[in-house]
Each structure stands twice: as C-alpha cells, then as structure tokens.
T-cell receptor, first 113, second 113 residues
Framework: GENVEQHPSTLSVQEGDSAVIKCTYS??????FPWYKQELGKGPQLIID?????GEKKDQRIAVTLNKTAKHFSLHITETQPEDSAVYFC????????????FGAGTRLFVKA | DSGVTQTPKHLITATGQRVTLRCSPR?????VYWYQQSLDQGLQFLIQ???????AKGNILERFSAQQFPDLHSELNLSSLELGDSALYFC????????????FGQGTRLTVV
C-alpha cells in the first residue's frame, strides 16, 4: 500500500546549525505535502506546506523542497534554536480518486544550546 | 490555540467497554478528520467527514465509528476496547474538503486497562 518514509527518526544538532529531514512517498497521485511540528503535550501544527506544481518554498528559517520525479521532499531548518526542538511529521496527500493523507513516522529533533 | 476543541482530555476505561470522543471544529470549518497516534508512532488517518457526510476512510477498525452532526461537531465511537487501542486520538479540522492545512486539537489520551 501507499506509505511515506521519513528519516532520520532522531536528529540532534547544535544551536545555530542546520537540520534536514527527508521524506519519500509512494503514491504518485499525491499533490500536497505539509510539514507539521508537534510539541510535547500538544497537537501537530502546520509549519510549511508545498504543492506539486512548486519545487521549493521558503518561510524565514524554514524551507521545503520537492522532487516529484524521485517522489522525495525535504524540510530544511536553518539557524536552529532550542525552541525548534519537537517532533516533525511530513505527510503526502491527494484529493483525486478519493482523499487520502499519509503521515511519516516522525523525526524527533533536539537542538542543544 | 488552534480553535479545535476535543473532550475529554484523558480517558481511562476497561477492556470491552465503549467510549465516545468529541470534537468541535474551528468556526466555519466543514471538514473534520480523526487520527490515532500510538506511543512513538506516527499519525494514522482514521476517517474524514465533510459537511456531515463521510468523505474518506483510512485504517479505521470496524469496532470504531464516527459521525458529524448538523452543527459540524463530530464524535468518534470506540467499542469492544482492547489494550492495543490505548493511544492519543486527534481531531483536526479544515475549511475545505482536503489538501489544505488541517488544524489539530490537543487530543484525547485513551488508556485501556
């Protein structure tokens, strides 16, 4: 069946360094790729998203890239801060042939001060 | 605060029992999604309702059912509970039918003993 693989499962970086999380999806009909941040005891919150007609999107310290051919998308966080520490989920979604969103297993990011 | 309200926050019940989880979406949002998050697991999509109608179904067990009422709030019913049903259950809402930002509630932590 369709799935989304997310790597790494845990990532530890020094404050100020960059962090990169990678996801690969299998459903070629996926056309919407959101990234969510989940802090302890809270529900996930959208931090950035990208649609299949765009290759890259940036919002301040956060950027996402999409390679449709390789079915691969990545989250880049620059100048990391301790408050970036959280679990990050990627997802692949489609709305053709029936809506479906599949989440990756998550990446636990630790930013050391 | 996402604007999505879930009740109760915590629920402890015995195996074989039935529980109902409640979700009030953000004002104006027509879609409601239910997700299950087990310990150290990603988010598993269960079911989606849009304006009162079932829109999409994911990995929802036959023991589970949901509905969306005319005032757009939703309930997730879990019956014949098993130990493995212990998890965080999240509700999310969005204004559209799919492929758009979903706003998550704080979740209901269900413990089956």
């Amino acid at each position: 069946g369709e799935n989304v693989e997310q790597h790494p499962s845990t990532l530890s970086v020094q404050e100020g360094d960059s962090a990169v999380i990678k996801c690969t999806y299998s459903d070629s009909a996926s056309n919407y790729f959101p990234w969510y941040k989940q802090e302890l005891g809270k529900g996930p919150q959208l931090i950035i998203d990208i649609r299949s007609n765009v290759g890259e999107k940036k919002d301040q310290r956060i950027a996402v890239t999409l390679n449709k051919t390789a079915k691969h998308f990545s989250l880049h966080i620059t100048e990391t801060q301790p408050e970036d520490s959280a679990v990050y989920f990627c997802a692949a979604s489609r709305d053709t042939g029936g809506f479906k969103t599949i989440f990756g297993a998550g990446t636990r990011l630790f930013v050391k001060a | 605060d996402s604007g999505v309200t879930q009740t109760p926050k915590h629920l402890i019940t015995a195996t074989g029992q039935r529980v109902t989880l409640r979700c009030s979406p953000r004002s104006g949002d027509l879609s409601v999604y239910w997700y299950q998050q087990s310990l150290d697991q990603g988010l598993q999509f269960l079911i989606q309702y849009y304006n009162g109608e079932e829109r999409a179904k994911g990995n929802i067990l036959e023991r589970f059912s949901a509905q969306q009422f005319p005032d757009l709030h939703s309930e997730l019913n879990l019956s014949s509970l098993e130990l493995g049903d212990s998890a965080l259950y999240f509700c999310a809402s969005s204004p559209l039918a799919g492929n758009t930002e979903a706003f998550f509630g704080q979740g209901t932590r269900l413990t089956v003993v």
